[in-house]
């Protein structure tokens, strides 16, 4: 694994998901307009967990990239997080009732923040595990 590849890859990742849960939340009380953002926002979320799936974390711990009980915790961490994200689509997909289009906006802030908290996660932990000794 390239450590800058990835490195780059997850910056880039943070900063398009973000833009997207920005743009979600200044249409969040209009449900259709926010259903068709929320879709972008699966597609790049899915490609951010792709990026920091299991063999990464085993590339850490194989690299002595950090110790491993902060390598098993993100790891752990960020499975959590995926599936929060599965069971938020779940209750967003299809056949979205009155009551739950009345709440999204408080679950999409709920569980962005949730995203958010992980990015700053990866940004303090993460990336400089990234940068040791790859000089």
């Not at 209009?30 to 990026?51: C, M, P, R």
């Not at 110790?67 to 994200?85: C, G, H, N, R, T």
């Amino acid at each position: 694994m390239n450590p800058n590849k990835i490195l780059s890859s997850l910056k880039a990742s943070h900063t398009v998901v973000s833009s997207r849960i920005s743009n979600i939340s200044e249409c969040a009380r209009d449900y259709q307009k926010a259903y068709v953002l929320l879709g972008e926002l699966e597609s790049l979320l899915f490609n951010h967990f792709t990026i920091q799936n299991d063999g990464f974390y085993m590339w850490l711990e194989q690299e002595g990239k950090g110790p491993l009980p902060l390598i098993e915790f993100l790891k752990v961490d960020m499975q959590e997080l995926q599936v929060e994200f599965l069971d938020f689509l779940d209750r967003y997909s299809k056949n979205v009732n009155s009551i739950r289009i009345r709440n999204f906006p408080r679950e999409f802030h709920l569980f962005s923040k949730k995203i958010l908290e992980r990015f700053s996660l990866e940004e303090d932990q993460i990336f400089p595990l990234l940068a040791v000794n790859n000089k």
